[in-house]
Protein backbone atom coordinates (compact mmCIF):
# COMPACT_ATOMS: atom_id res chain seq x y z
CA UNK A 1 0.00 0.00 0.00
CA UNK A 2 1.60 3.40 -0.89
CA UNK A 3 0.37 5.83 0.95
CA UNK A 4 1.32 9.00 -1.04
CA UNK A 5 -1.65 7.71 -3.50
CA UNK A 6 -3.96 8.40 -1.08
CA UNK A 7 -2.86 11.96 -0.11
CA UNK A 8 -4.91 14.35 -2.77
CA UNK A 9 -7.91 12.01 -1.61
CA UNK A 10 -7.41 12.59 2.19
CA UNK A 11 -7.21 16.03 1.94
CA UNK A 12 -10.31 16.27 -0.04
CA UNK A 13 -12.20 14.11 2.51
CA UNK A 14 -10.83 16.54 5.38
CA UNK A 15 -11.59 19.37 4.08
CA UNK A 16 -14.06 21.96 5.09
CA UNK A 17 -15.60 24.67 3.22
CA UNK A 18 -14.08 27.93 5.20
CA UNK A 19 -17.48 29.54 4.63
CA UNK A 20 -19.30 27.06 7.10
CA UNK A 21 -17.35 28.78 9.84
CA UNK A 22 -18.64 32.14 9.64
CA UNK A 23 -22.17 30.41 8.84
CA UNK A 24 -21.60 29.02 12.31
CA UNK A 25 -19.76 31.42 14.17
CA UNK A 26 -17.09 29.49 15.14
CA UNK A 27 -14.18 31.01 16.81
CA UNK A 28 -11.20 29.58 15.05
CA UNK A 29 -7.75 29.49 17.49
CA UNK A 30 -10.33 30.29 20.23
CA UNK A 31 -10.51 33.63 18.92
CA UNK A 32 -13.20 36.29 18.66
CA UNK A 33 -13.71 38.15 14.88
CA UNK A 34 -11.65 41.27 16.10
CA UNK A 35 -9.08 39.23 17.49
CA UNK A 36 -9.68 39.15 21.39
CA UNK A 37 -9.34 36.03 22.74
CA UNK A 38 -12.54 33.58 23.53
CA UNK A 39 -12.98 34.07 27.74
CA UNK A 40 -12.70 30.63 28.75
CA UNK A 41 -11.30 30.96 32.47
CA UNK A 42 -10.23 33.03 35.14
CA UNK A 43 -6.66 33.36 36.32
CA UNK A 44 -4.72 35.19 39.55
CA UNK A 45 -1.26 33.95 38.28
CA UNK A 46 -0.43 36.48 35.27
CA UNK A 47 -1.79 39.12 32.95
CA UNK A 48 -0.82 39.95 29.24
CA UNK A 49 -2.37 43.36 28.63
CA UNK A 50 -2.05 45.25 24.85
CA UNK A 51 -5.60 46.52 24.22
CA UNK A 52 -8.53 47.81 26.04
CA UNK A 53 -12.06 47.58 24.70
CA UNK A 54 -13.79 51.05 23.83
CA UNK A 55 -17.93 50.71 22.80
CA UNK A 56 -16.84 46.91 21.30
CA UNK A 57 -14.04 48.58 19.50
CA UNK A 58 -10.41 46.98 20.38
CA UNK A 59 -8.29 50.28 21.61
CA UNK A 60 -4.28 49.51 21.29
CA UNK A 61 -2.13 50.25 23.92
CA UNK A 62 0.88 50.01 25.27
CA UNK A 63 1.82 46.18 26.22
CA UNK A 64 1.90 45.11 29.85
CA UNK A 65 3.37 42.00 31.20
CA UNK A 66 2.20 41.31 35.26
CA UNK A 67 3.01 38.73 37.25
CA UNK A 68 0.51 38.22 40.75
CA UNK A 69 -0.34 41.38 39.66
CA UNK A 70 3.22 43.06 39.48
CA UNK A 71 4.70 44.67 36.55
CA UNK A 72 7.20 42.58 35.08
CA UNK A 73 9.34 46.13 34.21
CA UNK A 74 9.01 46.97 37.78
CA UNK A 75 10.61 43.56 39.09
CA UNK A 76 13.77 43.58 36.83
CA UNK A 77 14.03 47.20 37.75
CA UNK A 78 14.34 46.39 41.44
CA UNK A 79 16.18 43.34 40.85
CA UNK A 80 18.37 45.26 38.41
CA UNK A 81 19.03 47.72 41.20
CA UNK A 82 20.09 45.62 43.32
CA UNK A 83 22.67 43.58 41.04
CA UNK A 84 21.48 40.10 41.74
CA UNK A 85 19.72 37.07 40.11
CA UNK A 86 16.16 37.20 40.34
CA UNK A 87 14.53 34.12 38.13
CA UNK A 88 14.24 31.84 42.07
CA UNK A 89 12.34 34.79 43.37
CA UNK A 90 9.74 34.66 40.64
CA UNK A 91 9.40 31.16 40.85
CA UNK A 92 8.56 31.64 44.36
CA UNK A 93 6.13 34.74 43.40
CA UNK A 94 4.41 32.11 40.87
CA UNK A 95 4.43 28.89 42.99
CA UNK A 96 3.26 30.72 46.31
CA UNK A 97 1.05 34.09 44.86
CA UNK A 98 3.50 36.68 47.00
CA UNK A 99 6.97 37.88 47.00
CA UNK A 100 9.13 35.73 49.55
CA UNK A 101 11.01 37.66 52.55
CA UNK A 102 15.04 37.18 52.49
CA UNK A 103 14.53 34.05 54.84
CA UNK A 104 11.91 32.33 52.55
CA UNK A 105 14.09 33.15 49.77
CA UNK A 106 16.91 31.56 51.24
CA UNK A 107 15.17 28.59 51.77
CA UNK A 108 13.57 28.16 48.73
CA UNK A 109 16.99 28.55 47.04
CA UNK A 110 18.04 25.51 48.96
CA UNK A 111 15.26 23.47 47.80
CA UNK A 112 15.18 24.00 44.93
CA UNK A 113 18.88 22.96 45.64
CA UNK A 114 18.43 19.91 46.92
CA UNK A 115 16.08 18.71 44.65
CA UNK A 116 18.40 19.01 41.67
CA UNK A 117 20.42 15.84 41.62
CA UNK A 118 18.82 13.42 39.36
CA UNK A 119 17.67 10.12 40.75
CA UNK A 120 20.78 7.14 40.38
CA UNK A 121 20.92 5.78 37.38
CA UNK A 122 18.92 8.37 35.66
CA UNK A 123 21.80 10.17 33.34
CA UNK A 124 23.23 6.49 32.14
CA UNK A 125 19.75 4.93 31.50
CA UNK A 126 16.81 7.54 30.45
CA UNK A 127 19.51 10.31 28.78
CA UNK A 128 23.28 8.75 27.64
CA UNK A 129 21.42 5.38 26.40
CA UNK A 130 18.31 6.89 24.78
CA UNK A 131 19.31 10.57 23.03
CA UNK A 132 17.76 12.54 20.66
CA UNK A 133 17.83 14.87 17.59
CA UNK A 134 15.78 17.11 19.24
CA UNK A 135 16.02 18.29 22.39
CA UNK A 136 12.79 19.78 23.74
CA UNK A 137 11.64 15.79 22.57
CA UNK A 138 14.24 14.16 24.84
CA UNK A 139 13.06 16.56 27.61
CA UNK A 140 9.36 15.60 27.15
CA UNK A 141 11.08 12.01 27.59
CA UNK A 142 12.88 12.59 30.64
CA UNK A 143 9.80 14.20 31.95
CA UNK A 144 7.76 10.88 31.80
CA UNK A 145 10.60 8.82 32.97
CA UNK A 146 10.18 10.90 36.45
CA UNK A 147 7.14 9.77 36.58
CA UNK A 148 8.47 6.16 37.53
CA UNK A 149 11.03 7.47 39.95
CA UNK A 150 8.23 8.97 41.60
CA UNK A 151 6.78 6.80 45.10
CA UNK A 152 3.74 9.04 44.82
CA UNK A 153 3.22 10.22 41.41
CA UNK A 154 -0.82 10.18 40.63
CA UNK A 155 -2.07 12.09 43.81
CA UNK A 156 -3.42 15.12 42.57
CA UNK A 157 -3.21 16.98 46.44
CA UNK A 158 -2.16 20.98 46.39
CA UNK A 159 0.86 19.57 48.20
CA UNK A 160 2.20 16.58 46.18
CA UNK A 161 1.71 18.44 42.97
CA UNK A 162 3.62 21.86 44.67
CA UNK A 163 6.43 18.95 45.66
CA UNK A 164 6.60 17.61 42.23
CA UNK A 165 6.28 21.05 40.38
CA UNK A 166 9.49 21.85 42.60
CA UNK A 167 11.42 19.17 41.71
CA UNK A 168 10.51 19.65 37.71
CA UNK A 169 11.30 22.95 38.00
CA UNK A 170 14.93 22.18 39.89
CA UNK A 171 15.68 19.45 37.43
CA UNK A 172 15.24 21.45 34.04
CA UNK A 173 18.37 22.88 33.63
CA UNK A 174 20.02 19.46 34.14
CA UNK A 175 17.45 17.38 32.18
CA UNK A 176 17.99 19.92 29.14
CA UNK A 177 21.80 20.07 29.78
CA UNK A 178 22.15 16.37 29.83
CA UNK A 179 20.06 16.15 26.88
CA UNK A 180 22.37 18.58 25.01
CA UNK A 181 25.37 16.97 25.81
CA UNK A 182 24.06 13.49 24.62
CA UNK A 183 22.73 14.99 21.61
CA UNK A 184 26.62 16.56 20.46
CA UNK A 185 27.96 13.81 21.68
CA UNK A 186 26.46 10.97 19.91
CA UNK A 187 25.09 12.76 16.74
CA UNK A 188 27.55 15.05 16.47
CA UNK A 189 30.83 13.25 17.47
CA UNK A 190 31.75 16.25 20.08
CA UNK A 191 33.17 15.18 23.25
CA UNK A 192 30.84 14.13 26.18
CA UNK A 193 30.96 16.68 29.05
CA UNK A 194 28.71 15.42 31.89
CA UNK A 195 29.97 18.51 34.55
CA UNK A 196 27.10 18.19 38.44
CA UNK A 197 25.23 20.86 39.28
CA UNK A 198 26.40 23.45 41.93
CA UNK A 199 24.60 24.62 44.90
CA UNK A 200 24.25 28.06 45.34
CA UNK A 201 24.22 29.16 41.85
CA UNK A 202 20.48 29.37 40.79
CA UNK A 203 19.53 28.52 37.56
CA UNK A 204 20.53 30.77 35.34
CA UNK A 205 24.78 30.20 36.44
CA UNK A 206 24.42 26.93 36.86
CA UNK A 207 22.73 26.09 32.96
CA UNK A 208 25.43 28.06 31.92
CA UNK A 209 28.25 25.92 33.32
CA UNK A 210 26.56 22.56 32.15
CA UNK A 211 26.39 23.22 29.01
CA UNK A 212 29.86 24.78 28.56
CA UNK A 213 32.93 22.75 28.30
CA UNK A 214 35.04 24.55 30.38
CA UNK A 215 31.80 25.72 32.77
CA UNK A 216 33.01 29.26 32.78
CA UNK A 217 30.89 32.33 32.30
CA UNK A 218 31.19 35.85 32.83
CA UNK A 219 28.63 38.29 34.94
CA UNK A 220 26.86 39.73 32.05
CA UNK A 221 26.02 36.61 30.58
CA UNK A 222 24.82 35.18 33.75
CA UNK A 223 22.82 37.97 34.30
CA UNK A 224 21.33 38.45 30.62
CA UNK A 225 20.17 34.38 30.65
CA UNK A 226 18.70 35.44 34.11
CA UNK A 227 16.61 38.27 32.87
CA UNK A 228 15.59 36.12 29.82
CA UNK A 229 13.91 33.36 32.38
CA UNK A 230 12.42 36.38 34.64
CA UNK A 231 10.94 37.27 30.82
CA UNK A 232 9.68 34.10 29.94
CA UNK A 233 8.50 32.73 33.16
CA UNK A 234 4.86 33.54 32.54
CA UNK A 235 1.99 34.75 29.96
CA UNK A 236 -1.07 34.71 30.93
CA UNK A 237 -3.32 30.97 30.68
CA UNK A 238 -4.51 31.94 27.21
CA UNK A 239 -0.76 31.36 25.67
CA UNK A 240 -0.75 27.13 24.12
CA UNK A 241 1.43 25.82 26.41
CA UNK A 242 0.33 27.08 29.51
CA UNK A 243 -4.16 26.69 27.91
CA UNK A 244 -2.45 22.94 27.29
CA UNK A 245 -1.02 22.78 30.61
CA UNK A 246 -4.99 23.52 31.96
CA UNK A 247 -6.73 21.44 29.38
CA UNK A 248 -4.38 18.27 29.87
CA UNK A 249 -4.63 19.36 34.15
CA UNK A 250 -8.60 19.09 33.64
CA UNK A 251 -8.61 15.43 32.68
CA UNK A 252 -7.28 14.90 36.19
CA UNK A 253 -4.48 13.26 34.83
CA UNK A 254 -0.62 13.40 36.87
CA UNK A 255 1.53 16.29 36.66
CA UNK A 256 4.01 14.85 34.52
CA UNK A 257 1.85 14.32 31.86
CA UNK A 258 0.47 17.53 32.15
CA UNK A 259 3.99 19.03 31.84
CA UNK A 260 5.32 16.83 29.05
CA UNK A 261 2.10 18.02 26.76
CA UNK A 262 3.13 21.65 27.60
CA UNK A 263 6.50 20.71 26.21
CA UNK A 264 5.23 19.48 22.86
CA UNK A 265 3.04 22.67 22.56
CA UNK A 266 6.06 24.62 23.07
CA UNK A 267 8.24 22.93 20.72
CA UNK A 268 6.13 24.04 17.69
CA UNK A 269 7.47 27.24 15.51
CA UNK A 270 4.20 28.83 16.40
CA UNK A 271 5.13 28.98 19.87
CA UNK A 272 8.70 28.48 21.49
CA UNK A 273 9.89 27.67 18.09
CA UNK A 274 9.90 31.21 16.80
CA UNK A 275 13.04 32.87 18.02
CA UNK A 276 14.89 29.91 15.75
CA UNK A 277 12.66 30.98 12.62
CA UNK A 278 13.66 34.15 13.66
CA UNK A 279 17.62 33.54 13.47
CA UNK A 280 16.71 31.82 10.50
CA UNK A 281 15.48 34.45 8.91
CA UNK A 282 17.71 37.13 10.16
CA UNK A 283 20.68 35.28 8.74
CA UNK A 284 18.74 35.15 5.06
CA UNK A 285 18.57 39.15 5.40
CA UNK A 286 22.17 39.34 6.32
CA UNK A 287 23.34 37.56 3.97
CA UNK A 288 21.16 39.13 1.00
CA UNK A 289 21.17 42.94 2.51
CA UNK A 290 24.43 44.28 1.25
CA UNK A 291 24.25 47.76 3.43
CA UNK A 292 22.64 46.75 6.64
CA UNK A 293 22.52 50.39 7.89
CA UNK A 294 21.01 51.61 4.70
CA UNK A 295 17.14 51.46 5.83
CA UNK A 296 15.74 51.68 1.90
CA UNK A 297 17.77 48.11 1.15
CA UNK A 298 16.48 46.40 3.94
CA UNK A 299 13.05 47.84 3.84
CA UNK A 300 13.10 46.39 -0.06
CA UNK A 301 14.18 42.90 0.80
CA UNK A 302 11.43 42.93 3.60
CA UNK A 303 9.29 43.53 1.11
CA UNK A 304 10.00 40.62 -0.67
CA UNK A 305 9.54 38.56 2.20
CA UNK A 306 6.38 39.72 2.75
CA UNK A 307 5.57 39.34 -0.95
CA UNK A 308 7.08 35.54 -0.85
CA UNK A 309 9.63 36.26 -2.77
CA UNK A 310 12.63 35.90 -0.45
CA UNK A 311 13.33 33.75 2.78
CA UNK A 312 10.71 30.61 3.09
CA UNK A 313 8.25 32.40 0.84
CA UNK A 314 5.80 32.10 4.12
CA UNK A 315 5.09 35.82 3.67
CA UNK A 316 5.93 36.28 7.13
CA UNK A 317 8.57 38.27 9.19
CA UNK A 318 9.37 36.55 12.30
CA UNK A 319 9.49 37.91 15.40
CA UNK A 320 6.58 40.61 14.31
CA UNK A 321 3.28 40.81 15.52
CA UNK A 322 1.78 39.17 18.72
CA UNK A 323 -1.68 37.65 19.57
CA UNK A 324 -2.16 40.66 22.71
CA UNK A 325 0.24 43.30 22.24
CA UNK A 326 -0.05 45.81 19.91
CA UNK A 327 1.84 48.75 20.34
CA UNK A 328 4.53 47.29 21.98
CA UNK A 329 5.85 43.85 23.94
CA UNK A 330 7.20 44.58 27.06
CA UNK A 331 9.67 42.08 27.01
CA UNK A 332 11.32 42.88 23.83
CA UNK A 333 11.88 47.24 25.57
CA UNK A 334 13.40 44.98 28.26
CA UNK A 335 15.84 42.74 26.47
CA UNK A 336 16.55 45.12 23.39
CA UNK A 337 18.93 46.98 25.58
CA UNK A 338 20.54 43.35 26.79
CA UNK A 339 21.29 43.05 23.14
CA UNK A 340 22.67 46.36 22.97
CA UNK A 341 24.91 45.88 25.89
CA UNK A 342 26.33 42.29 24.67
CA UNK A 343 26.69 43.41 20.87
CA UNK A 344 28.87 46.46 21.90
CA UNK A 345 30.41 43.88 24.43
CA UNK A 346 31.12 41.26 21.32
CA UNK A 347 32.25 43.97 18.97
CA UNK A 348 29.09 43.47 16.63
CA UNK A 349 27.11 46.85 16.89
CA UNK A 350 26.04 46.54 13.26
CA UNK A 351 24.09 43.61 13.61
CA UNK A 352 22.57 44.89 16.20
CA UNK A 353 21.83 48.03 13.93
CA UNK A 354 20.06 45.65 11.62
CA UNK A 355 17.84 44.40 14.28
CA UNK A 356 16.65 47.82 15.34
CA UNK A 357 16.22 48.98 11.75
CA UNK A 358 14.03 46.52 11.11
CA UNK A 359 12.28 46.84 14.75
CA UNK A 360 11.36 50.06 13.35
CA UNK A 361 10.67 50.00 10.46
CA UNK A 362 8.76 46.43 9.74
CA UNK A 363 5.47 47.35 11.15
CA UNK A 364 4.99 49.81 8.45
CA UNK A 365 6.07 47.51 5.56
CA UNK A 366 3.89 44.97 6.84
CA UNK A 367 0.97 47.00 7.12
CA UNK A 368 1.45 48.72 3.18
CA UNK A 369 2.15 45.29 2.09
CA UNK A 370 -0.57 43.70 3.80
CA UNK A 371 -2.87 46.37 3.04
CA UNK A 372 -3.71 46.48 6.92
CA UNK A 373 -3.99 49.34 9.86
CA UNK A 374 -4.06 46.49 12.18
CA UNK A 375 -1.49 47.67 15.28
CA UNK A 376 1.54 45.37 15.03
CA UNK A 377 5.50 45.40 16.73
CA UNK A 378 8.30 43.64 17.47
CA UNK A 379 7.57 40.38 19.95
CA UNK A 380 10.07 39.22 22.32
CA UNK A 381 11.50 36.35 19.84
CA UNK A 382 12.70 39.39 17.77
CA UNK A 383 15.72 39.77 20.16
CA UNK A 384 15.59 36.63 22.12
CA UNK A 385 17.57 34.23 19.55
CA UNK A 386 19.62 37.14 19.16
CA UNK A 387 20.53 37.45 22.87
CA UNK A 388 21.12 33.60 23.08
CA UNK A 389 23.56 33.89 20.03
CA UNK A 390 25.79 36.16 21.81
CA UNK A 391 25.47 34.11 24.74
CA UNK A 392 27.51 31.71 22.53
CA UNK A 393 23.81 29.09 23.08
CA UNK A 394 23.08 27.13 20.34
CA UNK A 395 20.30 27.10 18.21
CA UNK A 396 18.89 24.07 19.68
CA UNK A 397 18.58 25.07 23.29
CA UNK A 398 16.72 28.02 22.46
CA UNK A 399 13.60 26.58 22.70
CA UNK A 400 14.46 24.22 25.88
CA UNK A 401 15.44 27.32 27.60
CA UNK A 402 12.28 28.94 27.20
CA UNK A 403 11.01 25.89 28.45
CA UNK A 404 13.52 26.06 31.26
CA UNK A 405 12.15 29.22 32.35
CA UNK A 406 7.91 28.50 31.57
CA UNK A 407 7.76 25.76 33.78
CA UNK A 408 6.93 27.68 36.40
CA UNK A 409 3.74 29.36 34.45
CA UNK A 410 2.77 26.26 33.17
CA UNK A 411 3.08 24.17 36.76
CA UNK A 412 1.35 27.88 38.70
CA UNK A 413 -1.68 27.40 36.37
CA UNK A 414 -1.65 23.80 37.00
CA UNK A 415 -2.11 24.04 40.54
CA UNK A 416 -4.77 26.94 40.10
CA UNK A 417 -6.66 24.59 37.41
CA UNK A 418 -6.67 21.97 40.39
CA UNK A 419 -7.79 23.98 43.11
CA UNK A 420 -10.73 25.86 40.96
CA UNK A 421 -11.27 24.28 37.99
CA UNK A 422 -13.23 20.98 38.50
CA UNK A 423 -14.96 20.36 35.21
CA UNK A 424 -13.19 18.71 32.37
CA UNK A 425 -12.35 21.46 29.40
CA UNK A 426 -14.69 20.29 26.52
CA UNK A 427 -15.27 22.83 23.73
CA UNK A 428 -17.73 21.92 21.19
CA UNK A 429 -17.02 20.89 17.55
CA UNK A 430 -19.83 21.12 15.07
CA UNK A 431 -19.98 18.20 12.80
CA UNK A 432 -20.58 19.26 9.19
CA UNK A 433 -20.14 16.10 7.25
CA UNK A 434 -23.09 14.61 5.30
CA UNK A 435 -25.06 11.64 6.32
CA UNK A 436 -24.67 8.64 3.93
CA UNK A 437 -25.66 5.05 4.31
CA UNK A 438 -22.90 2.47 4.51
CA UNK A 439 -21.77 0.97 1.62
CA UNK A 440 -21.01 -2.86 1.71
CA UNK A 441 -17.35 -3.95 0.61
CA UNK A 442 -18.66 -6.11 -2.41
CA UNK A 443 -20.47 -3.16 -3.77
CA UNK A 444 -17.59 -0.54 -3.43
Known amino acids: MKLSNYIERIKENYKIDRSLYDYYNVKIGLRNKDGSGVLVGLTKVGDVHGYIKNEQELVPVAGKLRYRGMDVEDIIKNIQADNRFGFEEITFLLLFGYLPSKTELEEFYALLDSNMELPEGFVENMILKAPSSNIMIKLARSILACYSYDKNPEELS ?20 YGYQAKSHYYHDKSLFIHRPKTGLGTARNFLQLIRPDSKYTDLEAKTLDICLILHAEHGGGNNSAFTTRVVTSSDTDTYSAISAAVGSLKGFKHGGANIKVMEMMTDVKANVKDWS ?16 AFDKSGLIYGLGHAVYTVSDPRTIILREYARQLATEKGIPDEFGLYEIIERIGPATFCEVKNTTKGICTNVDFYSGFVYNLLG ?37 KNVETKKDYINIKDR
Do not use: D
Open 158 to 177: VENVLRQSIELIARFPILIA
Open 393 to 429: IPAELFTPIFAMSRITGWCAHRIEELINGGRIIRPAY
Open 294 to 309: NENEVREYLIKILNKQ
